[in-house]
């Protein structure tokens, strides 16, 4: 089965700047996730959603984070203005989304930010 | 929310020496704890998960242990091999709203 797909793989812009992220999760995935991944530490959630509604985005710095998924499929997330220390991996991931279910969490390859 | 504490943050072992990394939680809701391996440069990979209805599950010269009383879980890695060098992180979930929050990571290094 294909995999979360995420583009682009880098992308290197100056403090101020704004950028956007794409994540197409496997396809029949109801659950879709972002997170970031600053170097050594583990994926913190920024948002999460089911179909197109947010279910999570306690933890999404919303003067400068956003995040949409049209139609309950593809997301993008967006950082406007970027700061230095948004520098990291945003990683998209996504699951089945059944209810009353422990399910599997499938990872994309990220998105690799650099923000000088 | 919840809470994931894991240890060591890094670990070297000799080659055909096993690895133990340990991870403990702090709600007792949660019920589903999965374990990811991440190579440099790439995504995380699950290779292990287990259930809260289970003490123990193994996979080959994997296995992971779960003490629902203690709130804490294990990754066994035995006879260990250079390709088992990566990064690990551990993660609690409970089933409803399906949210992982996951441990720091730890850094095993094989050496040959």
């Known amino acids: 089965e294909a995999g979360v797909a995420q583009s682009p793989r880098y992308k290197i812009i100056e403090k101020r700047q704004s950028v956007a992220f794409w994540c197409n999760p496997i396809s029949g995935h109801a659950t879709l996730y972002w997170y970031q991944q600053i170097l050594g530490q583990g994926p913190k959630l920024l948002i999460q959603f089911q179909n197109n509604g947010v279910v999570d985005d306690s933890q999404l710095p919303k003067d400068r984070f956003s995040a949409e998924r049209l139609k309950g499929v593809d997301s993008t997330l967006k950082i406007q203005p970027a700061k230095l220390e948004d520098s990291a991996v945003y990683l998209c991931a996504s699951s089945l989304g059944r209810s009353a279910t422990n399910e599997k969490l499938f990872f994309g390859s990220g998105t690799q930010l650099s923000v000088l | ?112």
Request: charged fraction near 20%.
């Open chain 2, 1 to 112: 929310g919840e809470n994931v504490e894991q240890h060591p943050s890094t670990l070297s072992v000799q080659e055909g020496d096993s690895a133990v990394i340990k991870c403990t939680y702090s709600d007792s809701a949660s019920n589903y704890f999965p374990w990811y391996k991440q190579e440099l440069g790439k995504r995380p990979q699950l290779i292990i998960d287990i259930r809260s209805n289970v003490g123990e599950k193994k996979d080959q010269r994997i296995a992971v242990t779960l003490n629902k009383t203690a709130k804490h879980f294990s990754l066994h890695i035995t006879e260990t091999q250079p390709e088992d060098s990566a990064v690990y992180f551990c993660a609690a979930s409970w089933y409803t709203g399906n949210q992982f929050y996951f441990g720091t990571g730890t850094s095993l290094t094989v050496i040959p």
